[in-house]
């Protein structure tokens, strides 16, 4: 078995504890022995250019040959990570283990995001892996709150009905409990809290062979409200899991039939669980086979890197983060609290109509302690760099509100990381790193010197 790799495929820039729990669990499953130590991402160099592959030091097991991470990308609804246990690196016809769902967010902070909003992406995968293990991992960073909504231990029994296993949670498995039957769904539903007048409820109903589901969808001119997109999902197919043959029909929905696209990722797990909408034909969608692909385009590929560089190879740190298609971070204080950054300098001015009032957040925020420096990232891809410079100017909100009021004393640094294109020079003064597609590690003129350490250090690493 030594000859087979744990192969790790993310959307998200992998952090060392959730990777951690990966391993942890992946090794309990199989009841194979294991150490772990301090989990390390280090990015695979050959001859001193990135090969796209980070590998995991410091697990051990005598049946894994090596751990690998790769960035890749869905086509829709993707989980955050798929694990593939196989000597070769995975491709589309091979088979996961696992696919997991990572959020930070308790239902403390918000209890819809944290029962129903990623709940579709387990429904989604069914199109292509129905035999997965399917996962929630809750990396929370705040405290836990003692009492849960009841809209978290509604969502969560239907994710427990779907066969999702909970890790990272305590859950009282009094309560906690998968649903026996749609008799059982719909009474608990009804029994919940009704929502504040104006907002359209989730309200199930059963007459004769047909269920009616309740819920608005249309937002910002289309079918697009994530929260009922997973609440609404996750109703259904709980639904069917258990049995239910008759219509499933969605109503209060909002849309119009213009609204109602083949390609939308609704309307797939619409087509997949027969529901049908008031007043409107459900198209058809098209099945692709391909769930997912490796990343080669998005400027994440040159801020993850950099971010995991600096994490690995320094003693600096991240203390903010909103990778382009990944989850937004909190910002951890001086102090070492995780708090969540505001949209607005002033909500009131913004919802009268003044979108100047909306603070532009940076895709990263290092932190150099050793020379009292904080470096404000914006990622682009290299085409787009010109772009990323002008938006360095716009970070002056979030710097006044949060940086100086939790580290007053440090050097505030604006620079950009580019992924993309074959150059091995950087002429913009701006620009501090270029990843580009051929691997090439490129500094900029006027690089951070953490930026120079960490590269300095890793090509040693590698040398």
Same mark, same amino acid.
């Given at each position: 078995m030594k000859n087979k790799h744990l192969w790790?495929?993310?959307?998200?820039?992998?952090?060392?504890?959730?990777?951690?729990?990966?391993?942890?669990?992946f090794a309990?499953?199989?009841?194979?022995?294991?150490f772990i130590d301090t989990i390390r991402i280090l990015p695979i160099l050959e001859n001193g250019k990135f090969s796209f592959l980070y590998e995991v030091a410091g697990f051990r097991s005598n049946k894994i040959g090596k751990v690998f991470i790769k960035s890749v990308s869905g086509f829709s609804s993707f989980?955050?990570?798929?694990?593939?246990?196989?000597?070769?690196?995975?491709?589309?016809?091979?088979?996961?283990?696992?696919?997991?769902?990572?959020?930070?967010?308790?239902?403390?902070?918000?209890?819809?995001?944290?029962?129903?909003?990623?709940?579709?992406?387990?429904?989604?995968?069914?199109?292509?892996?129905?035999?997965?293990?399917?996962?929630?991992?809750?990396?929370?960073?705040?405290?836990?709150?003692?009492?849960?909504?009841?809209?978290?231990?509604?969502?969560t029994r239907l994710l427990l009905t779907l066969g999702v296993a909970i890790l990272?949670?305590?859950?009282?498995?009094?309560?906690?409990?998968?649903?026996?039957?749609?008799?059982?769904?719909?009474? $608990?539903?009804? /029994?919940?809290?009704?929502?504040?007048?104006?907002?359209?409820? =989730?309200? !199930?109903? %059963?007459? &004769?062979? @047909?269920?009616?589901?309740?819920?608005?969808?249309?937002?910002?001119?289309?079918?697009?409200?994530?929260?009922?997109?997973?609440?609404?999902? $996750?109703?259904? /197919?709980?639904?069917?899991?258990?049995?239910?043959?008759?219509? =499933?029909? !969605?109503? %209060?929905? &909002?849309? @119009?039939?213009?609204?109602?696209?083949?390609?939308?990722?609704?309307?797939?797990?619409?087509?997949?669980?027969?529901l049908k909408f008031d007043r409107l034909s459900v198209p058809a969608s098209p099945k692709s086979d391909a769930y997912w692909k490796y990343e080669t385009e998005g400027e994440k590929l040159g801020t993850i890197f950099i971010h995991l560089v600096i994490e690995n190879f320094t003693k600096g740190?991240?203390?903010?983060?909103?990778?382009?298609?990944?989850?937004?971070?909190?910002?951890?204080?001086?102090?070492?609290?995780?708090?969540?950054?505001?949209?607005?300098?002033?909500?009131?001015a913004y919802k009268a109509g003044n979108k100047n009032k909306i603070i532009s957040i940076p895709d990263l925020i290092l932190i150099d302690f050793g020379r009292s420096e904080i470096i404000n990232i914006e990622g682009k891809k290299y085409q787009f760099r010109q772009n990323g410079i002008k938006e360095l100017k716009g970070f002056s909100d979030i710097e006044k509100t949060y940086i100086k009021e939790y580290y007053p004393k440090f050097k505030i640094t604006r620079t950009v990381v580019l992924y993309g294109g074959t150059e091995t020079k950087i002429i913009e003064i701006k620009v501090g790193f270029l990843l580009n597609e051929n691997g090439d590690l490129v500094l900029g003129i006027k690089a951070p010197k953490l930026f120079r350490e960490a590269i300095k250090n890793l090509l040693d690493f590698w040398s």
């Open positions: 790790i495929l993310t959307e998200e820039r992998p952090k060392q504890e959730v990777i951690a729990n990966i391993l942890t669990m309990k499953d199989h009841k194979f022995a294991c989980v955050d990570f798929l694990i593939f246990y196989q000597e070769k690196q995975p491709t589309q016809r091979d088979i996961p283990l696992y696919a997991i769902e990572e959020t930070k967010i308790d239902d403390k902070e918000s209890r819809n995001t944290g029962a129903y909003q990623r709940a579709s992406k387990f429904v989604f995968i069914d199109y292509y892996y129905p035999k997965v293990k399917k996962m929630m991992l809750y990396n929370l960073q705040i405290t836990q709150k003692e009492v849960p909504t009841a809209t978290y231990i509604f969502g990272g949670k305590k859950l009282d498995s009094k309560i906690f409990q998968p649903f026996r039957s749609v008799d059982e769904i719909i009474a $608990l539903k009804g /029994a919940m809290r009704k929502a504040h007048k104006g907002n359209i409820p =989730i309200l !199930i109903k %059963k007459v &004769g062979d @047909k269920i009616t589901v309740s819920g608005r969808l249309y937002k910002s001119d289309g079918l697009a409200h994530d929260p009922n997109i997973g609440a609404l999902s $996750l109703v259904c /197919a709980a639904i069917r899991k258990l049995g239910w043959k008759g219509e =499933i029909i !969605i109503t %209060k929905h &909002g849309l @119009k039939q213009a609204h109602i696209q083949p390609n939308n990722k609704f309307i797939k797990i619409a087509n997949r669980l027969g740190y991240s203390i903010f983060e909103n990778h382009a298609g990944c989850e937004k971070g909190y910002f951890i204080t001086s102090e070492g609290k995780h708090i969540p950054l505001e949209k607005y300098s002033d909500r009131k």
